[in-house]
């Protein structure tokens, strides 16, 4: 599967973004999805997951009440909406796919195509 992502840019404090992300290669009924960040320095890490099959999803606690995931089927996309933005979300966004398991797994290892990156930054 190859994975587009668009949508970062640069927003102040307490502000909105909305990151896209298109499948294309393969059907994504037994795939999950998910948003990784990676900021200078650090380690990539999980930020929200989605099984396509049945739209569970999984948050990391720092993004919980902030960030929601949700997919369109049609346009085999699947987005990361962003609310109350705060400077430590700043980071390279990174879309993902793999295959489904019982719970949307939050580790890169669990995910076999990743996108390009998208940049997001957030001033104070």
């Known amino acids: 599967v190859q994975l587009q992502a668009s949508g970062g840019g640069s927003v102040q404090a307490g502000g909105s973004l909305r990151l896209s992300c298109t499948a294309s290669?393969?059907?994504?009924?037994?795939?999950?999805m998910a948003w990784f960040r990676q900021a200078p320095g650090r380690e990539r890490e999980f930020v929200a997951g989605?099984?396509?099959?049945?739209?569970?999803?999984n948050y990391a606690d720092s993004v919980k009440g902030r960030f929601t995931i949700s997919r369109d089927g049609p346009k085999n996309a699947v987005y990361l909406q962003m609310n109350s933005l705060k400077p430590e979300d700043t980071a390279v966004y990174y879309c993902?796919?793999?295959?489904?398991?019982?719970?949307?797994?939050?580790?890169?290892?669990?995910?076999?195509?990743w996108g390009q990156g998208t940049q997001v930054t957030v001033s104070s």
């Open positions: 989605l099984r396509w099959s049945n739209g569970m999803t």
């Open positions: 290669g393969r059907t994504l009924s037994k795939t999950s």
């Open positions: 993902a796919a793999g295959p489904a398991s019982y719970s949307v797994s939050d580790s890169t290892s669990n995910y076999n195509a």
